[in-house]
């Protein structure tokens, strides 16, 4: 079975700009979350999607929004781009809502110039 | 947000020696945790979880102990070898679904 897999894997964008990152969960798993990774730290939550509904959202600004489709798969977008926003942008998912392992895909990593 | 932290940012070990990786959290309502491996230009790799009804749990050549009277996890590898290389981040489980909050990570290098 395939695992997460997340499209593109590279990005490159300049200031002020929009991105659409994407995401397929593992096939079965319900629940997909978002997470940015800047060089050096851990990855830090940024929302979770499960059965088509947000149920949270980490301490991101409204420039960042998500979705997830009926089959699962999930897209994050990123308006008005800022420098600060290059980092590793990781999509994981779970069977369940809560208290389950995560499975993440490996990244896309998104460069603003 | 909660406060996972590694005492330890960088870790070397001889080929073939235990390695103990420490990890405190600052959330004593937190009661699941998992330990994530992260390779270069991967994505983190499920290693080991543990719930908080448990204070060790045991997996091939990994231990996790749990101590949650000083809010203290750990990971040990036994028998290091060169491909355990890598980033290690143990991760808490929030108040909310199924977020999770990661420390800053710990780099091992194995020697050989």
């Known amino acids: 079975d395939a695992g997460v897999t997340q499209s593109p894997t590279h990005l490159i964008k300049t200031r002020g700009q929009h991105v659409t990152l994407r995401c397929s969960p593992i096939?079965?798993?319900?629940?997909v979350s978002w997470y940015q990774q800047v060089l050096g730290q851990g990855p830090q939550f940024i929302f979770q999607?499960?059965?088509?509904?947000?149920?949270g959202r980490g301490n991101f600004p409204d420039r960042f929004s998500a979705r997830q489709f009926p089959n699962y798969s999930s897209e994050l977008n990123v308006n008005a781009l800022l420098l600060g926003d290059s980092a590793l942008y990781l999509c994981a998912s779970s069977r369940q809502v809560v208290e389950e392992k995560l499975f993440f895909g490996s990244g896309t990593q998104l460069s603003v110039l | 947000g909660e406060n996972v932290g590694l005492h330890l940012p960088t870790l070397s070990v001889q080929e073939g020696d235990n390695s103990i990786i420490n990890c405190a959290y600052s959330n004593s309502a937190s009661d699941y945790f998992i330990w994530y491996k992260q390779e270069s230009g991967k994505g983190p790799q499920f290693i080991i979880d543990i719930r908080s009804n448990m204070d060790k749990r045991q997996g091939q050549r990994v231990t996790v102990l749990l101590n949650k009277t000083v809010k203290h996890l750990s990971l040990q590898i036994a028998a290091t070898q060169p491909g355990d290389s890598a980033v290690y981040f143990c991760?808490?489980?929030?108040?909310?679904?199924?977020?999770?909050?990661f420390g800053t990570g710990t780099s091992l290098t194995v020697i050989p």
């Open positions: 999607y499960y059965e088509k509904e947000e149920r």
């Open positions: 096939s079965g798993h319900k629940s």
């Open positions: 991760a808490e489980s929030g108040n909310t679904g199924n977020q999770f909050y």
